[in-house]
């Protein structure tokens, strides 16, 4: 390949004649697996008796065959007259296991369809029924399920019923599901199931997330499940960047965003190596393939040179041009959508209010608040300056309120999240940078104080508040400006369950460039008092 052409987007194919062993080990790979004893199994909900049956049959299956087997080997002995019996005890064997394999397909369609879980690809592995099959099928190690029970977490959700087997099986994944339905632990148990033990051998995964505070809290999810077992999970900061010699750094897990991991590449001396890389994920993928984060992440993925890497690709959207990559860069990769594709999470309550215009929207705002504060909160404005202005009018209300975005130093929005977190603030200002995968526990209400540049945009502010099932509310102002990709936003309320006005319903729909308009500041003072 030419030096600088971009790896993701050329339409590269799999090599499958180059990597015929490695092919061969995927398939060869065994699902279920019998020896895995757990003490604690009894905490998950028993749903998977219907797991265990299809291991009991497998191994009925296996029986079967030895049988067969000794009749063949009875045939030598016997001559030539016992080989008709050989075929029928063939042919029957054959149909049993078509009529195993029929029954375990319709068992797990009817899985996906109670859990809205739809799949592509070639021999998708079966959902999971309960966590404890992790044991049953897979050899789960114990303290891994035991950190499930500490986490609180009795059954898996939609996504990781399905995409825990498949990316278990060696296979590599692009998924879509609802923000706050547990992504992050779908991509991470596995990771840690495949990784076993910690090992000096250089960088074994990497996970890469777009925004420090996306990457750092993912860190500290994987050191909680990873809880009990010495994996060395680390996370690129500005400090490992400058003080660290790569070429000497154990580490199992590297959780980074591109641009920093991308300088890493590129150092002169001492500079990381990704050849070895056995697990590669892009969160929030859709997000490091647009163009401010292509480049960076593209050089990760091609320096992430392993020939059987298994790659996946997780995010609450998928448009069209990200599965396209997918197809195109991976191999015999398995799709996995769950809910319907332009969705947002089902448990948020979304509303639209015309505010009229700036000055209204701040008055709709401080009236909300009069009426009914119902921390913690956030609200996303579309720029820097707007969200210091906006910090600028509410910090002298009698209201805890708080402000990040990208101007302000690594400690400085460190301080601002630990605040949030902590209660000390109850309400977040936020431009984007705070938009996607951060899961602040229990934020009740997201308030689109500026109208989202886009679907996607939209579906991942909301999806700050309704997490892990629980209710959320999500307010959306618009203004004149706005209305044109009201259309838009009713597209995604309608996929999600919500009631939409028929008026927004006949609404012409409109091609959604990047929306941006010129606000006027957001400002009580009268016009002739502003700087
Ligand atoms: N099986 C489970 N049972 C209960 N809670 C869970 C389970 N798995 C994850 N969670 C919790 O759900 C919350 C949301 O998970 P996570 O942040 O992974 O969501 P996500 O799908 O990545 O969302 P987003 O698209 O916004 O990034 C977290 O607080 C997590 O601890």
Redesign the pocket.
């Known amino acids: 390949m030419e030096k600088d052409t971009s790896f993701l987007l050329t339409g590269i194919k799999f090599n499958k004649k180059r990597f015929a062993g490695d092919f061969a080990r995927f398939k060869k790979r065994k699902q279920s697996n019998d020896d895995g004893s757990v003490d604690d199994l009894s905490y998950f909900k028993r749903e998977d008796t219907e797991a265990e049956n299809v291991v009991v049959s497998v191994n009925k299956k296996r029986k079967r065959k030895t049988k067969a087997e000794r009749v063949e080997g009875f045939s030598v002995f016997k001559g030539s007259d016992s080989v008709p019996v050989v075929i029928n005890e063939a042919t029957e064997q054959e149909e049993n296991n078509q009529k195993e394999l029929n029954r375990q397909n319709e068992r797990d369609l009817r899985l996906r369809k109670k859990y809205g879980i739809h799949v592509s690809g070639n021999n998708v592995p079966s959902p999971l029924q309960g966590f404890a099959e992790l044991s049953t099928r897979y050899g789960c190690e114990s303290y891994l399920l035991h950190n499930?029970v500490k986490?609180?977490?009795?059954?898996?959700?939609p996504?990781?019923r399905q995409a825990i087997p498949v990316l278990l099986s060696g296979r590599e994944c692009f998924a879509k599901?609802?923000?706050?339905?547990?992504?992050?632990?779908?991509f991470v148990y596995p990771m840690l199931m495949k990784l076993k033990q910690p090992s000096k051998d250089g960088i074994r995964a990497v996970i890469l997330c777009h925004t420090r505070e996306?990457a750092a809290?993912t860190t500290r999810?994987c050191k909680k499940m990873a809880k009990g077992n010495k994996f060395r999970i680390k996370l690129m900061t500005k400090e490992l960047m400058r003080n660290t010699d790569f070429t000497k750094l154990p580490c199992d897990i590297l959780v980074s965003t591109p641009r920093r991991l991308q300088l890493c590449i590129c150092k002169k001396k001492k500079k990381i190596d990704l050849s070895r890389v056995e697990y590669l994920v892009l969160?929030?993928s859709d997000k490091l393939f647009e163009r401010s984060l292509l480049e960076q992440t593209d050089s990760v993925v091609k320096a992430c040179s392993n020939p059987s890497i298994i790659r996946s690709l997780?995010?609450?959207t998928l448009p069209d041009f990200v599965e396209d990559v997918a197809r195109t860069v991976m191999h015999d990769a398995v799709r996995v959508i769950v809910g319907d594709k332009n969705a947002a999470s089902e448990s948020i309550k979304q509303k639209l209010i015309f505010a009229g215009s700036e000055e209204g929207k701040l008055l709709a705002l401080r009236q909300s608040f009069a009426e009914s504060l119902n921390p913690p909160m956030l609200i996303f404005v579309q720029s820097i300056e707007r969200a210091e202005e906006l910090y600028g009018e509410l910090k002298f209300d009698s209201i805890r309120v708080g402000v990040i975005h990208s101007n302000l130093s690594q400690e400085q929005r460190e301080n601002v999240i630990d605040d949030f977190r902590a209660g000390k603030t109850w309400v977040l200002i936020a431009t984007d940078v705070l938009g996607?995968?951060?899961?602040f526990?229990g934020v009740k209400c997201v308030i689109n104080y500026d109208f989202p540049d886009c679907a996607a945009s939209y579906i991942?502010r909301i999806?700050?508040s309704g997490?892990?099932?629980r209710i959320g509310e999500a307010i959306t102002f618009y203004t004149e400006d706005d209305i044109p990709y009201l259309r838009n936003i009713a597209n995604v309320m309608i996929a999600s369950g919500c009631e939409v006005p028929s008026w927004l319903i006949d609404m012409p729909k409109k091609k959604w460039k990047k929306h941006y308009p010129r606000r006027e500041s957001i400002s009580t003072k009268p016009k002739d008092q502003e700087e």
Do not use: N, V, Y
């Open positions: 499930l986490l609180g977490f009795k059954e898996p959700t996504i990781q599901a609802p923000t706050g339905s547990g992504k992050t632990l779908a996306l809290q999810e969160d929030e997780f995010s609450a996607r995968g951060m899961d526990k991942h999806g700050r997490r892990a099932g």
